[in-house]
């Protein structure tokens, strides 16, 4: 974006943050907030704001005069009456020759399969439309699904159609052929018969499936020095260091979240990342739902440096530096009577009076209570997490452990140093790279870069012709998980036998065929690998065919969960002396929230998915607290050069509410340079500044103020909460004793012009609970795989034009330097008195007979009158013709039952009014009426917290009545008297009162 | 002082003023008049196919019933074309020589599917449902034509959504018991409306008219 185009559409406006912290310890500010922007209500943002769309958005641009405007005008309405003059062209129909039995054209197919992330799986059932795989969503009878898919689960099957993908083999950069890479291969490992394979490397990421390990195995028989070695830069090596610290061995943690009274997270984002985090969430909410003012809930504290969805849940926040968090927790494990050293004094923005309490309301949920320590802290915390978890007897309770469901858990930053060292010592001759993507991602001063040219012979297996693959000899384009063969493991160890459901679109090769080529194998199907293994696995099965069958169906292997395992604490982990207290600023590495580790960076639906706490899109940021930035004269969007471990990044800045003071946190996953067409040239890579020796957390960053501007593409300011109460939260004592608190000030019976409309039949609505939203986005991308939304880009966004049908606003509450966070997410409120329909000059926007806000885009002219008339901002235009009519490959990703939508059309959520049709036109057939729960909009089928509920709200009986009967219950804007069909739940706190008594005081 | 305009100019004023009302009224009327012809519509017109497939012949004459064929129609959606298997079902057997059939057993040869040209079309933002059209009772020949009198394909009626309508908002006209809705030479009884009725009892046939019924 150029500086002068944001110059013209009103740059954001500059904040004095020591005012606004004075502002808001004084009460002066409104309780509620959504930016810094809004917070200050500086002229220049309520201008900003006061428009729905900030200037520039027109692209006529402002200085248009009377003349030009009726030969536009003219223009329109001649071309809009053309078109409507058009033969329907000459189509053909093209049968079948044989017709598959199961194929019945204009009905889906859903087929079970699992995806996965750092090798473990989420069980899926995927959407087939005659062959064409369409939408992913989460398998209800996988215990790591239980029907929620994440964003980056449903995401992939764009990945899957994605033109930028690998097409054909590479040989030293021009086209090569399977047939030669084959012999060429052959020769470099006859090559190395002779050692026993001693230079050969095998690199690929976490492995969990049994078929592929067995594989592998089977070549490291017949090659027996040749090194298999696993590496992801989002590695889990301090979970399993810290099993190993605390128990001697590696094992899985598997958390049972619906158990837990008290849970205590350190640093740890349990509830929307890593294994089982589907799951987690669902325990979670379900913890967390009261059903009436008597009602019982969890509670949740939560330690953590960035903000994260899992701190916005919590009760209770504390604000701490990464590495300060294993003093936190040696604290807390010598107050539950823990022989451990103290750490170093906290410095940071610690109230003493936090451990004591926290302690004593953990022992007294002795057995019900939960301490989970997160992917980025030290293998210290982890077993300390461990060791609390002992003494507070919650093993076998809340948490137990099972054998590790990696096949062969192993510390991947030794194996990526080891990799390294033997490429720089000339030990290896052939390197070949399943997956994965070390040059860009291994630890930056491995300088794998230059050491992966000088191997001999190397080749890439990989989806995308990427960074590593321009430094290997041989680049082989991979199958897709939706094209391959395979099988993976859950968190709790469930097998899921991955099954394809299109044959590889461009010819690539499964990780299954990659070794049965390796194995002398060559061309043999990969369904039969994973069959015969699995056949001699279950040989006592009686008749394995049925056994097979019923497998893929489910799309789980049953009892392949790891049984809970005996483990006994390592004594001697008093004897661990305590890291060193951190000195200067600290740099804390995360996951991106949408890019995890780069891999899905050319993905549009995960680069535009606003990222859950500071909803930006398209870009990343170095995060830090206002009182850090203020210290060191920074404001959001000023680009600064972090120094740290010798090397220096170029990086935007982000002030963020709720950072922890002299942090900063960066995420992995962007700058790629090779990742295609949509992912290039995003972000900056803060891998770059990421050294071996702190893959996580360090200490020591220098920031320098460069003077820069780097323009960031939030959506959060494009609406503002103008002061009135959207999200209403109270907490559980309050609840109590003010049972309606959530509908104060709301009129029983108000007035209303509009005659009332009696519905007869059904009568659509949806209640979401903000009890149970941790604004993971996994909505935002269902819905955008199920209506066929487009993505629009950085610069669109920039001026407000993003289309998601459902947004997740995001609100914060109380101090600027320490405040709760709340989501919300907002659809189309299918109003029953619509401000949007009597505004539409052609009745484009009408209401249904089932109530249902029913937008009609072969009518609408696109005068965005509606838009303007929506009090709750859920319209979305399409400027201009965003939905892709072009790439031949994206054909295939459409949902044939929505209608892609053209240039000029307004569009919004619609209650998936597709779903409801089918399901409406089943039931009829079957001369019944629709049960309740059975048509699911894309929205709440992917929650995993389950937050959305739609239903008929004339049958009393049905969730959603049930739901909003609760006093609970309220409408957004409830004074326009729009009386919405989507009502929400307030959401409840739960805080421990002695914290909160000390608060107040 | 003496007028400007001649007093004729009161009449040139008039009749250009009615003048290009009633242009623009006939305008109207003759674009109307346009798109009912079968040039625009399609109706009556038959369609070259690649194979000269007789519907005459199949269901007039040997009485194939429709779902021999459009298998899903009862089930989904569309109401699916025969895949060539479904020809050579009965012409590997009669006609196994005939050249007019060459093309079929080509397809089934060289497993190439035969492309037919689409007779009956609907814009790609209609989503028609055949399922539940038979299952409240309308018959194929309703919004088909006389398709046992077609040797070779034609659109039986407009598909205009004003066509639609027609029936939507007033079923009783056009409905058939569920008994008769495949048969290709079903007549209407005298005592249609009363029938209709009956059955839109019976049916629990609903007069769906909001936009998302077929628009989404």
Redesign the interface.
């Known amino acids: 974006m150029e500086d002068n185009e944001r110059a013209r559409n009103g740059a954001r406006p500059e904040v004095a943050l020591s005012a606004l912290r004075k502002a808001t310890a004084q009460g002066q500010a409104p309780r509620f907030w959504r930016s810094l922007d809004e917070l200050a209500s500086t002229p220049e943002f309520q201008a900003h704001a006061e428009n729905e769309f900030p200037h520039g958005a027109n692209d006529l641009g402002a200085n248009l005069d009377r003349r030009e405007l009726l030969k536009v005008m003219a223009a329109s309405a001649a071309f809009a009456g053309l078109t409507g003059c058009t033969k329907l062209p000459a189509q053909q129909i093209v049968p079948y020759v044989r017709q598959p039995e199961q194929i019945i054209p204009g009905k889906p197919l859903f087929y079970a399969t699992a995806v996965t992330l750092g090798g473990v799986a989420t069980g899926v059932l995927v959407e087939s439309h005659m062959g064409r795989p369409t939408k992913i969503e989460g398998n209800p009878d996988h215990p790591g699904s239980l029907g929620a898919a994440d964003a980056f689960a449903q995401a992939s099957v764009l990945g899957l159609y994605d033109p930028d993908r690998s097409q054909a083999e590479v040989h030293d950069g021009r086209i090569g052929s399977w047939a030669k890479f084959q012999s060429e291969l052959a020769a470099a490992l006859d090559a190395q018969k002779q050692s026993g394979g001693a230079g050969i490397r095998i690199l690929t990421q976490t492995i969990t499936s049994p078929s592929l390990a067995a594989q592998l195995g089977k070549f490291l028989q017949a090659y027996p020095s040749a090194k298999w070695l696993q590496y992801e830069s989002i590695t889990r090596d301090t979970v399993r260091e810290g099993a190993k610290l605390a128990f001697g061995e590696y094992v899985n943690t598997v958390y049972r979240v619906e158990r837990a009274e008290v849970i205590l997270s350190l640093d740890s984002d349990f509830l929307s990342t890593g294994p089982g985090s589907l799951r987690y969430a669902r325990e979670f909410a379900r913890k967390r739902r009261v059903e009436d003012s008597q009602g019982k809930m969890n509670r949740l504290y939560a330690v953590e440096a960035t903000p994260m969805p899992t701190g916005a849940m919590a009760d209770h926040r504390l604000r701490l530096r990464a590495s300060e968090v294993e003093s936190f927790g040696r604290a807390l494990a010598r107050q539950v009577g823990l022989n451990v050293a103290a750490g170093p004094a906290i410095a940071s923005s610690y109230r003493s009076d936090w451990l004591p309490a926290l302690a004593r309301d953990l022992k007294l949920n002795s057995g019900a209570s939960l301490v989970i320590a997160g992917e980025q802290q030290p293998a210290m915390v982890h077993a300390l997490a461990h060791a609390i978890n002992g003494a507070l007897g919650n093993f076998g309770k809340t948490v137990y452990v099972t054998q590790p469901v990696e096949e062969f858990p192993a510390n991947q930053w030794e194996s990526i140093n080891e990799l390294a060292a033997g490429i720089r010592a000339g030990n290896v001759d052939v390197l070949l790279i399943l997956g994965g993507n070390p040059a860009y991602d291994a630890p930056a001063d491995l300088g794998i870069r230059e050491l992966l040219p000088t191997v001999k012979f190397s080749v890439r297996l990989g989806l995308y012709e990427d960074e590593t693959s321009a430094l290997c000899h041989w680049h082989i384009p991979q199958a897709h998980a939706l094209e391959s063969w395979g099988d993976a493991r859950a968190y709790d160890g469930t097998v899921t036998i991955i099954q394809p459901l299109i044959e590889p679109l461009y010819g690539g090769k499964s990780e299954h065929d990659f070794l049965a080529l390796l194995n002398g194998q060559a061309g043999k199907p990969s369904h039969d690998i994973v069959r015969e293994f699995w056949q001699a696995q279950k040989s006592a099965e009686p008749r394995f065919d049925a056994f097979w069958e019923k497998t893929l169906r489910d799309g789980v292997m049953s009892d392949t969960a790891f049984p809970p395992k005996q483990v006994t604490l390592k004594p001697g982990l008093g004897e661990q002396a305590p890291a060193p207290a951190p000195a200067g600023i600290e740099i804390v590495f995360r996951p991106d929230p949408t890019m995890w580790d780069g891999r899905f960076a050319n993905n549009g639906w995960l680069q535009e998915l606003p990222k859950p706490l500071t909803k930006l899109t398209w870009d990343t940021v170095a995060m830090l607290s206002p009182k850090t930035a203020e210290r060191l004269g920074l404001k959001s969007e000023d680009a600064v050069e972090l120094k740290y471990s010798g090397r220096s990044i170029e990086a935007p800045v982000w002030v963020m509410p709720g950072h922890a003071d002299e942090s900063v946190s960066v995420f992995l996953g962007y700058g790629r340079t090779r990742a295609g067409r949509v992912g290039n040239g995003a972000g900056f890579d803060a891998g770059w500044v990421r050294p071996l020796a702190t893959p996580w957390i360090g200490t020591g960053l220098a920031i320098q103020k460069t003077g820069k501007r780097w323009w960031l593409a939030a959506t959060q300011t494009h609406s503002t909460m103008e002061g009135r109460d959207l999200v209403r939260v109270g907490t559980l004592d309050e609840y109590r004793k003010n049972p309606n608190f959530a509908q104060a000030g709301a009129e029983k019976n108000p007035l209303s012009l509009y005659p009332p409309v009696k519905y007869d039949g059904y009568s659509w609505g949806m209640a979401v609970d903000l009890n149970a939203c941790t604004g993971c986005g996994a909505c935002v991308v269902a819905c955008q795989a199920e209506n066929n939304i487009a993505v629009v880009g950085k610069r669109e966004v920039l001026v407000g034009r993003e289309m998601h049908w459902i947004r997740i606003d995001r609100y914060f509450e109380g101090s600027l330097d320490d405040p709760n966070t709340y989501h919300e997410p907002v659809l189309c409120m299918h109003c029953e008195d619509a401000p949007c329909e009597v505004v539409c000059p052609v009745a484009a926007t009408v209401h249904s007979p089932e109530g249902l806000n029913e937008m009609i885009y072969n009518r609408c002219v696109g005068t965005r009158y509606c838009s303007n008339n929506c009090p709750y901002k859920v319209r979305r235009f399409n400027f201009r013709l965003y939905s892709d009519w072009e790439t031949p490959s994206l054909f295939g990703l459409r949902n044939p039952n929505v209608s892609v939508r053209s240039r000029g059309v307004m569009e919004k959520c619609t209650y998936c009014v597709q779903r409801i049709n089918a399901v409406k036109i089943e039931a009829e057939k079957q001369d019944r009426t629709v049960r309740d729960g059975e048509i699911v909009p894309a929205c709440q089928q992917s929650c995993p917290a389950e937050a959305l509920v739609f239903g008929n709200i004339n049958d009393p009986n049905s969730r959603v009545s049930k739901l909003k009967e609760k006093d609970l219950n309220y409408s957004l804007l409830e004074e326009l008297n729009t009386r919405p069909r989507t009502t929400y739940l307030a959401r409840l706190r739960n805080p421990n009162p002695e914290i909160e008594k000390a608060a107040s005081a | 002082m003496a007028q400007i305009f001649h007093r004729s100019t009161n009449t040139i004023a008039r009749v250009s003023i009615y003048g290009t009302l009633l242009l623009v009224l006939l305008l109207g009327y003759a674009v109307d008049v346009v798109n009912k012809t079968a040039y625009?519509t399609e109706v009556n017109i038959a369609r070259p196919q690649p194979v000269p497939f007789s519907h005459k012949h199949h269901v007039g004459e040997l009485g194939l019933d429709c779902r021999y064929c459009h298998t899903?129609v009862e089930?989904?959606?569309?109401a699916?074309?025969?895949?060539?298997?479904t020809c050579m079902a009965c012409h590997s057997q009669i006609w196994a020589q005939a050249e007019m059939l060459e093309p079929v057993r080509a397809?089934?040869r060289d497993?190439?599917?035969?492309?037919?040209?689409?007779v009956n079309?609907l814009?790609?933002?209609v989503?028609f449902?055949h399922?539940?059209h038979i299952?409240?009772g309308v018959g194929c020949t309703t919004c088909h034509g006389p398709v046992a009198q077609m040797n070779i394909t034609w659109r039986g009626e407009t598909l205009y959504m004003r066509w639609c309508l027609d029936c939507h908002n007033a079923p009783e006209q056009y409905l058939r018991p569920r008994s008769e809705v495949f048969k290709p030479f079903y007549e209407p009884p005298r005592n249609q409306l009363a029938l209709g009725q009956r059955l839109v009892k019976e049916y629990?046939v609903q007069r769906l008219t909001?936009?998302?019924?077929c628009?989404?």
């Open positions: 625009v899903s089930e989904s959606s569309s699916g074309m025969p895949p060539t298997q397809s089934y497993s190439k599917p035969i492309a037919w040209t689409r079309a814009p790609d933002f989503y449902n399922s539940i299952a409240k629990k909001n936009c998302t019924a628009h989404r």
